[in-house]
């Protein structure tokens, strides 16, 4: 049980950084935020942050990724896990390809 202006204030905060993660994309071509530039280390805090949650939402458990947001992160091919990127630059197709 959240007070209603935490839960309006956390979203709009979540919809003001999905913005900033399109942005990113539109400039760089992918949801891969580099932590080490200054301009993105909120941004990169906050892919991290979704990341983790959309472990928690598989799971089942408490999670503050909703299957909306999981949806919004999806339709910008927002990329869950690292390792298959890392995959994919050392030459080895992921699995089921």
């Excluded at 709009?12 to 891969?32: I, N, P, Q, R, V």
Aim: charged letters at 35%; glycine letters at 4%.
């Amino acid at each position: 049980p959240w007070p209603e202006e935490i839960v309006v204030k956390n979203q709009a905060s979540w919809s003001e950084m999905f913005d900033e993660l399109c942005k990113y994309k539109k400039l760089h071509g992918d949801t891969l935020v580099v932590t080490e530039e200054d301009n993105y280390r909120v941004l990169a805090a906050w892919v991290r942050i979704q990341r983790s949650e959309f472990i928690k939402h598989r799971d089942g458990r408490n999670s503050t990724l909703s299957k909306k947001r999981v949806d919004k992160l999806d339709s910008i091919s927002f990329v869950w896990d690292l390792r298959m990127v890392e995959r994919r630059i050392g030459g080895t197709p992921p699995p089921d390809e």
